[in-house]
């Protein structure tokens, strides 16, 4: 019988103000591999740049050679890795709610929206620079060359770009030959996506049982099989995630942050946020180095995103 695969959830925030996030610069040209049976997916659309190095990258059932030059497109959905087997390898990348893009692109038109975020998300693709991406290699390098210079007006240079890349991610998948193949989804997706636009009121177990549209037992193991943990402790570890990031960004104080994150009561809130952080909020947000470096300390699957 074969070891079963383990998956993390790997959750990223987009910095307050910003559109997308980044992940460049020296920390990103390193070693890569956690092989070919540990995969992870995140919450955003992500888009990857090789500039240095070659290895693997899995893309769900798939082992794909990248070199200098390849361009990753990975749905929030798709399971993925990248190996280098001990070498270094040299990554830029960046997140983004590509749905977002999509309603700025057509605000008036929800059936087209949703007809090219069905394509977008329906497989994660790595392209080579033999297929003509250089617009896309344009569009990607950009961005990050407005973020890294960041001049004036630079997040409207960013927007801009943002959205001729996603049409040109349109055009490419739109004239793709890639061979049709089944997408390695997640269904619980509907009940992640529901977590993260209702954590601030109440949530029962039965309504991310019916965002899946799956009954409560098969939710239940579906889940748990995935996230390795219960559905209803996820919906707590990502409102302490939201408690985390209200701490560190506003003064507000823990009586309104635990209001803000869907808590009934302080105490509840203290006693969760201890359970997942190992400390209590004040003693986390008074010491700077830790609540920098050490956001999780919670042996579960699901993993706030490897930042530098």
Known sequence: MNEKK???FRY???????????????????EYGEG???????????????????????????????????????????LHTTNTFGKK????????DIYEVLKKLYPDDEILRDNIAHEIEREGRLLTPDMNIQKLTFFVQSIFSELQDKEYMFRDMVAHFQLMLVVEIIRKLQNSDLPERETVTLDIFPAIDYVKKNYMSKILAKDLTRSCGMSESYFR????????????EYVNF???????????????????????????????FIRNFK????RTPNSWKSDEEYAKNKFMNYNITALQGWLE
Not at 12 to 30: E, F, H, R, S, V
Not at 221 to 232: A, G
Not at 275 to 278: A, F, K, S
């Open 6 to 8: 383990q998956v993390e």
């Open 12 to 30: 990223y925030d987009i910095p307050q103000g910003d559109i997308l996030l980044a992940l460049t610069g020296k920390g990103w040209n390193k």
């Open 36 to 78: 070919k049976d540990k995969l992870h997916f995140h919450n955003y659309f992500e888009v990857g740049h090789c500039y240095a190095g070659e290895g693997e990258m899995i893309l769900g059932e798939r082992e794909l050679l990248f070199y200098p030059g390849c361009i990753s497109l990975i749905p929030r959905r798709e």
């Open 89 to 96: 390898a040299g990554w830029e990348w960046m997140y983004f």
């Open 221 to 232: 193991k579906v889940f748990e099989k995935y996230m390795n943990m219960k559905p209803m």
């Open 238 to 268: 990502f409102r302490i995630q939201k408690g985390c990031a209200l701490l560190r960004e506003t003064d507000l104080s823990i009586a309104m942050v635990s209001d803000k994150v869907g808590y009934e009561s302080v105490s509840t």
């Open 275 to 278: 359970r997942v952080i190992g």
